[in-house]
């Protein structure tokens, strides 16, 4: 028992730290653009659609993913996405024209698809109801720690180094994460729901599966249609977040630096502004409180704050960096950092930068655990790796639809505003969508209780306790 026990924790760790790779291939791009450009000699805004493409692949692959895990053993799935995604990042560093790094990156995103999906769909298979929130935080804020990794490498390693080393890492790295697929625990569906961890391991096979004629239910549901359409809403706006880095670099070049420490401060500032988003293990323990109390409690508690998000973030984009005193031309990241640091107790400019990133971070967190804890709730063990998969494709296709919005109003605006204005106008425009996206937890209220319901029912029924 106690061997299951420790499997079942390294599986969930795991599957945790996998969740962070699909966002440091995201983070990875804004900071190396300028300089992948200017090597291959496109233009900024192309590669913004690189970005794009490699999100859209990610969230098309993902359902096809997600309807595999209702069929076949996941573990196995798991490592064949992996073989594909770090493959193919390895081949993106030897890319020598704009037609190959976009192939590659959605090669990548084909296989990333399988992380969403199905590290979801095996991660919720062990985690009782009544911790859904808390720890569906950890894989919430796994992503965000991956896209500010992306950043963070991306910047470190390109200033001394080629743009294309940070790529060769991460391949090399998804070698280590195949080989630590061979120790996982093939998930045992629908045990935690139904029975406690101790008859575990002599429970019978859950022997129900996902069937292509439940596929049209699970989009109708009027929780997941709700759910999806928040999920594609909020990811046009928070999809746009990660060129944040690119618009603190025209800042601090602004300020008279070079593009090489702007480059590295840039990336620092980005990691420590998004440590707000360590407050989703509290929200998420919040949320599971407050949806114990009533079935409609989650979603009014993260349509809260959501909507607090938009004020927060539109300030931040504004505020300027002024007298910022950094070190100039040296490459030596720990003194920048250092620098950075003292600027934040000593410069009120970047003291209000980093008072209001907090609280923007910390509010948007709120989003991820309990957006996942809801669309967990709502669906039937089997059907929730292909529920997830096509809520990943909302997602997916609202960051895709937010990173291309980038670089459509950044065309437009560029016209008339010079850099960082016409970064700060756009990326404040998109933030509108936070509106409509609150709105849909509002709508979807009623038809959680309903559907929570239903699914508990079941789940009893079939475990024999009705």
Not at 111 to 125: D, K, N, P, Q, R
Not at 373 to 383: I, K, M
């Amino acid at each position: 028992m106690k061997s299951l026990k420790w499997r079942i924790n390294y599986t969930i760790a795991v599957i945790i730290i996998l969740a962070a790779f699909e966002h440091i291939v995201i983070g990875l791009f804004p900071p190396l653009i300028q300089y992948i450009a200017k090597d291959l000699n496109v233009k900024i805004a192309s590669l913004g659609f690189v970005s794009a493409a490699n999100i859209l692949v990610t969230s098309i692959s993902s359902i096809y993913w997600g309807y595999l895990s209702g069929k076949y053993p996941q573990k196995k799935m798991l490592i064949i996405g992996t073989i594909i995604w770090s493959l193919s990042i390895f081949l993106t560093s030897f890319s020598n024209s704009y037609f190959q790094i976009l192939f590659f990156q959605m090669v990548t995103g084909f296989g990333l698809g399988c992380i969403a999906s199905i590290g979801f769909s095996v991660l919720t298979e062990y985690i009782p109801y009544q911790k859904r929130g808390l720890i569906l935080s950890f894989w919430g804020m796994a992503q965000g720690l991956g896209g500010i990794t992306g950043s963070i490498l991306a910047s470190l390693t390109t200033v001394n180094n080629s743009w294309r080393w940070p790529f060769e890492i991460l391949g090399f790295i998804g070698l280590f994460v195949i080989f630590s697929f061979l120790f996982i625990q093939e998930p045992i569906r629908g045990g935690l729901e139904t029975k406690p961890k101790e008859l575990l391991k002599n429970t019978p096979p859950y022997n129900y599966n996902l069937e292509d004629k439940h596929v049209k239910f699970l989009i109708l549901k009027g929780s997941n249609v709700f759910l999806f359409l928040q999920t594609f809403l909020m990811n046009i706006a928070t999809g746009s977040l990660i060129w944040i880095p690119t618009l603190y670099i025209f800042k601090i070049m602004q300020q008279g630096y070079s593009m090489g420490t702007a480059v590295i401060v840039s990336g620092y500032l980005y990691a420590i502004f998004q440590l707000g988003g360590i407050a989703s293990f509290y929200f998420g323990h919040l949320g599971d409180k407050i949806q114990r109390k009533t079935y409609k409690g989650r979603a009014y508690f993260t349509a809260f704050f959501v909507l607090i998000t938009i004020p927060l973030y539109i300030l931040l984009f504004f505020v300027p960096m002024t007298n910022l005193s950094l070190p100039n031309g040296d490459k030596n990241e720990f003194i920048i950092l250092m620098s950075i640091l003292k600027q934040i107790f000593i410069n009120p400019w970047i003291t209000l930068m980093f008072v209001l990133s907090l609280f923007a971070s910390a509010a948007q967190s709120a989003n991820t655990p309990n957006w996942m804890a809801l669309l967990t709730d709502v669906n039937l063990p089997e059907h929730r790796g292909i529920a997830f998969s096509i809520a990943n494709f909302c997602n997916s296709l609202g960051r895709t639809v937010g990173n291309a919005g980038v670089g459509i109003l950044l065309g437009i605006l560029s016209t008339r505003f010079n850099a960082p204005y016409s970064y700060i106008y756009t990326l404040s425009i998109l933030q509108i969508f936070l509106i409509p996206s609150a709105f849909c937890y509002l709508k979807m209220s009623k038809n959680n209780v309903i559907d929570i319901k239903y699914v508990i029912k079941t789940l009893k029924e079939r475990a024999g306790k009705v």
